[in-house]
């Protein structure tokens, strides 16, 4: 006769997963032998189900007193066989593995979007608003009271009536299906609960030993980064002590701020954000910005490094590339030439002057050398092509003659330029008519 496993298994709280494995052995044929292997962790459980009385804080075993044994028949008869649960494959196939895990608090990370693949602070904030709204149409569809309809509805149903029976074969309706999409919009409540839920999370990781310290009433540690502040925990987040609890204006976040890591990619984004929201204004600025919402540890070096990321700012500072200079013409490098020999010419505003009872104008003209950088200047009674000419003359007088003039487009220059080489080809055409102009 083959024997027969009796599974007695009771556990009331554990603090890990744990596998169970009942495995049959076959006795004596006239011996029936029960084999329970029970693995606990933590507990103060001994083999028999009996109670470690040297052990606190355990938990009894509910086994029944009927298939408790002694401890020697235990010793004697059962055969203990821990396997775990990854082993199990390669047993003989007539034992069973029982999985018990235990409901542990979940971490907020584990159910929020990855902070990292997000470079808008906005954006994730809104996304996960999103999130928590469908959350809320979730639970108030399930908690919706279902009812039956017993009076007629002229708007769903307008040819309803109680006598109508259920009809034996289906019948084909046209219904004319109006497509709407109905948007709603996310609300404040649900933006700052992202909000909260996200800087919960930035504690969670950057600080686990703070908070596990503070949840056991302990103090914190030397090699611990808040060992100089006073903290403390309110509305589920640790929070930095100050001395403004007496101002029953100011809510919880602005007499006590959240204390945040600046490290954590979740933070950087924030502060890029305030940033943004302040119209990109300087280092100061963002940073008494963030500091009226949150404690950030070392803010202002974080918020130097950031500025470089934002790239409004770095267009508005970058400076532009100075065009690379050419090389100066040759009649600005004529050494050991007398001044003059290269001149530029050009003319500059009108001066009221008096003759007898009149106002009349007068221009000046700007003779410059264009190697020494000396000027000459000149008495023009017009803008004309002739007192362009008699202007000429008279620094030639003074000056000598100079190789080569420069000046601008201006009509009354360009007139001078053209008289003179007419005059020019006429001389060098019939050398006579020069020695007569002369006479």
Known sequence: MTAVSLLCIAILRVYSSISFVVASTEADKTTDCITTVVGVVDTGLCVSGHRDHSMQNTVMNPQPPSLCLDDDDCLACLSLCLVDSHDARSLSGEEKTHHVTDRKQPRLKEGLPDCTRYSSWNRLRYTTARVLQFIELCRANTQRVNYKRTKKSALKDPDWKRTNKKLKTRQKIRVELEETLEVRPVSAELIRKAEDLFMRT??????????????????????????????????????????????????????????????HHTVKLWIIAMHRT????????????????YWILRLRPVTRTLFPQCLHCRIRAAIPPHPRTGDLPAFRLAHHQRPFTYTGVDYFRPLTVTVGRSQQKRYVAVFTC?????????????????????????????????????????????????????????????????GQQAA
């Open 202 to 263: 930035v504690q969670e990781e950057s600080f686990p030993n703070e908070v596990e310290s503070i949840k056991d009433g302990k103090s914190f540690t030397r090699n611990s980064r808040l060992k100089q502040l006073s903290i403390e925990c309110a509305e589920r987040a640790l929070r930095v002590r100050s001395r403004i609890n007496a101002a029953e204006q100011l809510s919880t976040p602005s007499k006590n701020p959240m204390i945040l890591d600046r490290n």
């Open 278 to 293: 302040r119209h990109h204004t300087g280092v100061e600025a963002t940073v008494n910005e963030c500091r009226q919402h």
């Open 370 to 434: 264009l190697t020494v950088r000396t000027i000459h200047l000149e008495i023009a009674t017009s803008l004309s092509t002739d007192s362009v000419i008699m202007n000429l003359r008279r620094m030639k007088a003074r000056r000598g003659q100079p190789a080569q003039i420069w000046s601008d487009n201006g009509t009354n220059l360009r007139g001078a330029d053209n008289e003179l080489r007419q005059a020019m080809d006429r001389a060098t055409s019939s050398p006579s008519s020069l």
